[in-house]
């Protein structure tokens, strides 16, 4: 579970990142973060991932008040979930198959783990032909698949995709997000996804979170236009 009481960011700038945030996702919801540029969308998912704490307020994500993390227990916390970016960060190079493992090993994992878990996730994103790859051989698609086989490593509760669809091509974004989706329903896995992407936020539906200047402007849920598939 994730949730926000009575949260405000402002940054030493002068700039109010986030005002009077209440917010609520439970265990096993996908939900869409919408906004504009500089709307807070950035701001909010740096709480949720502890890269800072907010000015007034609490955050907390699995039960953990974010404030209260010291030391190890910050990056064990952001080992527990799975982070999906824009542009990828895969190392370059390392193979398909060792960009997973490598987060497999930094969390200590057995190297028996890694051989099961790796041909797993890859296969749950319909890339195990291709482990021995480099990223440099993959289309931005499958770059950013590979990123979620990454993200799923660990078994997460919690994933957050933060403008996944950014750096690929657009037909291949309703790919991307069908497949969060599809992880979604078959694990459970609560995913909460950052976009700028108004039509595939029409398009799939779902719980819509609308962020401007700093503040929830809309928190529903929409049909979507796949609702007959």
């Known amino acids: 579970m994730v949730e926000l009481k009575n949260v405000n960011v402002h940054y030493s700038s002068g700039v109010d990142a986030l005002q009077d945030i209440n917010l609520r996702i439970n265990d096993g919801e996908f ?7 500089g709307a807070g969308k950035s701001t909010l998912v740096k709480l949720l991932m502890r890269e800072i704490t907010p000015t007034t307020g609490r955050v907390f994500v699995n039960g953990k008040n974010l404030a209260k993390l010291k030391g190890n227990q910050v990056a064990k916390f952001r080992r527990s979930i799975g982070m999906v970016f824009q542009d990828f960060r895969l190392i370059q190079e390392l193979n398909v198959y060792e960009n997973v493992a490598f987060v ?30 480099k990223p440099k051989e993959l289309s931005g698609g499958e770059q950013q698949r590979v990123a979620i086989a990454r993200a ?13 669809t950014g750096n690929i091509d657009p037909r291949l974004s309703y790919e991307i997000v069908e497949l969060l989706r599809d992880i979604n329903r078959s694990a ?12 595939l936020v ?25 609702e007959d598939e």
């Open 31 to 37: 939900v869409f973060i919408v906004g504009g540029s």
């Open 152 to 164: 799923l490593a660990n078994d997460p509760g919690l994933i957050i995709a933060d403008e996944p």
């Open 104 to 133: 497999l090993r930094i969390a200590d994992q057995s190297t028996r783990f890694i051989k099961q878990r790796v041909p797993y996730v890859l296969n749950l994103v319909d890339l195990a032909h291709k482990a021995r790859s």
């Open 202 to 226: 029409k398009h799939f539906g779902g719980r819509i979170i609308n962020i401007d200047s700093g503040s929830i402007t809309f928190d529903d849920i929409i049909g979507g236009s796949d």
């Open 188 to 199: 459970g896995t609560t995913i909460i996804m950052v976009t700028h992407e108004h039509d």
